[in-house]
Every structure is written in structure tokens, then in C-alpha cells.
């Protein structure tokens, strides 16, 4: 069984615009798209493409030599197209489906899924909530009480796609998370892409090698989000970000090689991440 493998190898591995005011540092809901257009050209950049900023370091140009160039570059109107797909309206409806402890009480579904898994507390359920602040109606429901039954949660967006959020790893329970969510990586067909959360802060621990070994073996495509940018100074993001993006192009083979660093609390990334899941997905066709 590739559980008990992986839990084997665990050890081993190691200013909104001047008009507008002043742009708040948090927000309670996401701002709208259209207002992060009308930011200073350095805010902006700063808020939709937060890898920029640290690509000169990243390039081969720089003697870095651990990326080419942006893989995924979508312009301002695609951005905004995918805007309008992960927001709520009586014609594109976000909603909760259901939840699922085993792949066979999960729903039967057509339609692409992605998704989202990370250990306890790397900030997963707050990125979700960000990725459906269009859609107020939408409940991220979080169980993360002791002795609460994890499970996988569905969130259908509109026609297009479905959302998963996947149980958290912790450390007192690896093997549940192994055994629940191998079955549905290994065996789900209509999965289209992985995505696994890591905190920027922290950088790829131990936990997370379990997943990545997991999207790895099965040959998944799969792609690596660094969480909660805005707590680092640039000098330790750069400095993750270096590390993690080596280890990405050294040691994977199914993983993305272009990183997607977010804040749930800036919002910084939160725009681009969506447009991808659009792309990926074929919702922006
Ligand atoms: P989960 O267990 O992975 O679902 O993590 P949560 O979303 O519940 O977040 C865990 C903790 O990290 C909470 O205290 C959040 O407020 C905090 N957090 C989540 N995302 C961010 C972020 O982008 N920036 C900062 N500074 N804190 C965050």
C-alpha cells in the first residue's frame, strides 16, 4: 500500500487609487477587480503578479538560474473574465454540494474538479474563502476540532468546475489523511489539477513531502501554492521562495514549475491564482 510506503519515507525526506483613499492592508471582502486595476502601477503588480517583484532573483539571467521565464502571464481582461466566473450570480451558481468521508460517498460529477490540500493550519480554508468572497452565500466549513470527522468538502462553481477542499494533515494523524485522500487522488477522473498549499514562512516540512510524494507517485499534475506571503519580509520570502523553487525543478516531476505565492489577507495572488483554475478548467473558453 502507498500509504504505509509514504508514511515510511516521511523520515527520510526531507494605495487603492489616490481618489479612492488609502488601500487598506486587510480586507473583510475581496476587492473587486476593477478597483486593483485602479492602484499605483507598483501596488498593482504587487497585488496581482506578487511573484514579479522577486522574478529578477529567480531568472537565468541572474545567475539563479532556476526559471526561464512566467509560464502563466494572462492579461488584465483575462483575469477579469475569470473574475466573473468565481462570482456568485443567479446564472453562475457557487455553492456548497456536499461533504464526503470516502471517494464513494462523493459525488458523481462530470464537470473538471480541482483540489485543495495542505496539513492543518497552512491557511487553506482562509484561501478558499477568498477564492469565493464573490460568492457570500458560500460556506467554508471548517472542522478542525479534535475527534471531528475530517472530510472531503465539494463546492460547485457554476457550470464550469467543481472546488474540493481536501482534509488537512496534521501531525497526530498522517495515516488518516493518507488513507482518505489517496483513493481520491489515484482514482478520481475527472481531477484536472492538485493544488498544495505550503506556507511561505515555514517552507516544504516534512508533512508536505507526504503529499508531495502522494500528487508524485500517482503522476498527478499538480501545483504548489506558498501561503501567507504578506507575514515574511521580502528578504525571507526571496529567500523560500529560492529554496522552494529548486527543490520544485530538482525533485518533481509532475509539479508546475512556475510557483503561486498568495496572502489571504492582502489578496496579493488571489486574482491570478483564479484566473489559472479558470484556465486550467477551460472556463475562460
Ligand atoms: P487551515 O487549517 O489550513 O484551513 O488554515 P486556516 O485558513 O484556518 O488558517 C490558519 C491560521 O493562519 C489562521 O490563524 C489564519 O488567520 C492564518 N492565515 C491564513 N491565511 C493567512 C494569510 O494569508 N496571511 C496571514 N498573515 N495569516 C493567514
Known amino acids: 500500500m502507498a500509504a504505509a510506503r509514504l508514511r515510511h519515507r516521511m523520515g527520510r525526506l526531507l494605495e487603492r487609487a489616490p481618489a479612492l483613499g488609502p488601500w487598506p492592508r486587510t480586507y473583510s471582502t475581496s476587492p473587486v477587480f476593477a478597483d486593483v486595476l485602479r492602484l499605483p502601477q507598483k501596488q498593482l503588480t504587487k497585488i496581482v503578479y506578487p511573484l514579479r517583484e522577486l522574478e529578477q532573483y529567480l531568472l537565468v539571467d541572474s545567475g539563479a538560474g532556476l526559471i526561464e521565464r512566467r509560464l502563466f502571464d494572462p492579461s488584465f481582461e483575462d483575469i477579469e473574465r475569470a473574475e466573473s466566473i468565481f462570482a456568485a ?41 477568498a477564492l469565493f468572497s464573490l460568492a457570500p452565500d458560500v460556506e467554508v466549513r471548517i472542522s478542525k476540532k479534535p475527534g471531528h470527522t475530517k472530510k472531503m468538502n465539494f463546492f460547485r462553481v ?128
Open 89 to 129: 450570480t443567479a446564472w453562475n451558481r457557487i455553492e456548497y454540494l456536499s461533504s464526503a468521508v470516502r471517494l464513494d460517498h462523493a459525488p458523481s460529477l462530470r464537470q473538471p474538479e480541482v483540489c485543495f490540500i495542505g496539513r492543518s493550519n497552512v491557511g487553506k480554508s482562509s484561501l478558499i474563502k
Open 158 to 285: 457554476g457550470k464550469h468546475f467543481t472546488l474540493v477542499d481536501m482534509p488537512g494533515y496534521g501531525y497526530r494523524s498522517p495515516e488518516d489523511f493518507v488513507d482518505m485522500v489517496e483513493a481520491y487522488l489515484k482514482e478520481r477522473n475527472n481531477l484536472k489539477r492538485t493544488f498544495l498549499l505550503v506556507d511561505s514562512a515555514v517552507g516544504i516540512t516534512k508533512l508536505d513531502n507526504i503529499a508531495i510524494e502522494m500528487c508524485e507517485e500517482f503522476a498527478l499534475p499538480y501545483v504548489m501554492i506558498l501561503t501567507k506571503i504578506d507575514k515574511s519580509s521580502k528578504g525571507h520570502l526571496l529567500k523560500q521562495v529560492l529554496q522552494i523553487q529548486k527543490f520544485v525543478n530538482t525533485q518533481t516531476q509532475g509539479c508546475f514549475p512556475q510557483l503561486f505565492p498568495i496572502s489571504a489577507v492582502t489578496y496579493s495572488g488571489v486574482h491570478l491564482l483564479k484566473c489559472f483554475i479558470a484556465d486550467i478548467t477551460g472556463s475562460l473558453k
